[in-house]
């Protein structure tokens, strides 16, 4: 009823002493822990199947009934009351929970489960007469019947190699993606660098061609007369047959008409080929223009006049 000194008349009245603090109390199969004898529990499963386990439980005893529980047992021996009362009230709990779950959840992820439940169903049971549940373990493994915890062991083997198994199946899988865009990769490059080639080489032969052709058409007949005369030597050969000449002649006057339609067309090429000036550039051009003078016309171009010292040829004009 109190804590602390108390004064009472022996004569007439009697102190009766409960601890309320936390008590421990263990349930084991193995004598060399709690009682020298096997007081371990054991259940049923869904399926019949005996589950031994070793017990161990912490509890306290509410002050307020305390007198309830004297006067219900008549003992102040908490100890002899947790061997008695209460471990018949976790069997019966452990009965009643572990009968609805099969042995493979009791034994695997439903042992938590199994817990729970029992501790909740203590609370009801033992809450009325003072009991306070503090703690409720299964200390150590289950012990199955042997046949019972093999087929257990070889059902969660069969599974534990099933998870492998497609854990590998997405391995395989994917590298072989991988695989597959890294090949995906190195074709699009190779088509990539064949194409930049292919592109390199055209614009090559483009600008060979046109050079050719910026060459061909400013060779007028006067420069290539002019040129053959530069590097002749002024010898003439000793003796001389077949069709070889000294020093090749051309008629000017079959070239000179279409000195118009070439000049034309090589001005088209040099255009072309010119790089256009920015168009800041451009824009000062224009101003200097306006300000100072009208813009001059772009000069007309003529073929290359052979010097003094070679004979002149007049050249047509377009």
């Given at each position: 009823m109190v804590t602390g000194w108390v004064f009472f008349n022996p004569l007439t009245e009697q102190i009766i002493e409960f601890p309320t603090?936390?008590?421990?109390?263990?349930?084991m199969q193995s004598p060399h822990e709690g009682s020298p004898h096997d007081d371990s529990?054991?259940?049923?499963?869904?399926?019949?199947?005996?589950?031994?386990?070793?017990?161990?439980?912490?509890?306290?005893i509410e002050p307020s009934k305390v007198p309830h529980l004297y006067l219900r047992f008549r003992k102040t021996d908490l100890m002899e009351l947790a061997n008695g009362y209460v471990r018949n009230s976790l069997r019966e709990a452990f009965s009643d929970v572990a009968s609805r779950m099969p042995?493979?959840?009791?034994?695997?992820?439903?042992?938590?489960?199994?817990?729970?439940?029992?501790?909740?169903?203590?609370?009801?049971?033992?809450?009325?007469?003072?009991?306070?549940?503090?703690?409720?373990?299964?200390?150590?493994?289950?012990?199955?019947?042997?046949?019972?915890?093999?087929?257990?062991?070889?059902?969660?083997?069969?599974?534990q190699n099933a998870i492998q198994a497609e854990n590998r199946v997405r391995q395989v899988r994917a590298e072989a993606e991988q695989n597959i865009a890294q090949s995906h990769g190195q074709a699009e490059a190779a088509r990539q660098r064949a194409q930049g080639e292919a592109d390199a080489v055209?614009?090559?032969?483009?600008a060979d061609a046109k050079a050719n052709e910026i060459i061909r058409l400013s060779a007028s007949g006067t420069v290539?007369?002019?040129?053959?005369?530069?590097?002749?030597?002024?010898?003439?050969?000793?003796?001389?047959?077949?069709?070889?000449?000294?020093?090749?002649?051309?008629?000017?006057?079959?070239?000179?008409?279409?000195?118009?339609?070439r000049e034309?067309?090589?001005?088209?090429?040099?255009?072309?080929?010119?790089?256009?000036?920015?168009?800041?550039?451009?824009?000062?051009?224009?101003e200097g223009a306006t300000k100072d003078k009208p813009a001059e016309q772009k000069a007309e171009f003529k073929p290359a006049e052979a010097p003094s010292a070679a004979p002149a040829e007049p050249v047509a004009k377009p």
């Open positions: 603090s936390i008590q421990n109390v263990v349930w529990i054991t259940f049923s499963s869904s399926e019949g199947v005996n589950v031994n386990a070793d017990i161990g439980l912490s509890f306290a042995v493979q959840e009791i034994y695997g992820a439903g042992k938590h489960k199994l817990v729970v439940d029992v501790t909740h169903k203590l609370h009801e049971q033992l809450g009325p007469d003072g009991f306070v549940i503090a703690q409720l373990t299964i200390n150590g493994a289950l012990r199955l019947p042997e046949n019972v915890a093999q087929a257990i062991n070889r059902a969660m083997e069969a599974t055209l614009i090559r032969a483009h290539l007369q002019w040129r053959a005369i530069e590097r002749w030597d002024g010898k003439l050969p000793m003796m001389q047959s077949g069709d070889k000449l000294p020093m090749l002649t051309f008629d000017i006057s079959r070239l000179a008409g279409n000195d118009a339609a034309k067309r090589l001005r088209e090429l040099l255009e072309e080929t010119t790089p256009h000036p920015t168009e800041k550039a451009k824009e000062e051009t224009a």
